[in-house]
Nanobody
Framework: VQLVESGGGLVQPGGSLRLSCAAS????????MRWFRQAPGKELEWVSS????????DYTNSVKGRFTISRDNAKNMLYLQLNSLKSEDTGMYYC?????RGQGTQVTVS
């Protein structure tokens, strides 16, 4: 399993980013995927999940209405659209399949 996140960066409050996760080494469409984040000095936090087919999604309350998870099974890609960003969204964002996760991409809102 290989998961490679990208798309993070520095953005002002209210701004947007689109995170991507390139997946390989498994049959991507068969697995639900998740995004997690970890703020400095805090525990890992689940952010969002999407079913294998993409029809089912879920979000932690703090990002509902602002973040959108999606996937392209033809390209083995997972996405997280981040809108209306707040300083509290700052952290390292990871995509995950089960217990596997990538190296993360840093999002800084300031």
């Amino acid at each position: 399993v290989q998961l490679v996140e990208s798309g993070g960066g520095l953005v002002q409050p209210g701004g947007s980013l689109r995170l991507s996760c390139a997946a390989s080494g498994f049959t991507f469409s068969r697995f639900a995927m998740r995004w997690f984040r970890q703020a400095p000095g805090k525990e890992l936090e689940w952010v969002s999940s999407i079913s294998g087919g993409g029809g089912g999604t879920d979000y932690t309350n703090s990002v509902k209405g602002r973040f959108t998870i999606s996937r392209d099974n033809a390209k083995n890609m997972l996405y997280l659209q981040l809108n209306s960003l707040k300083s509290e969204d700052t952290g390292m964002y990871y995509c995950s399949k089960g217990s596997d996760r990538g190296q993360g991409t840093q999002v800084t809102v300031s």
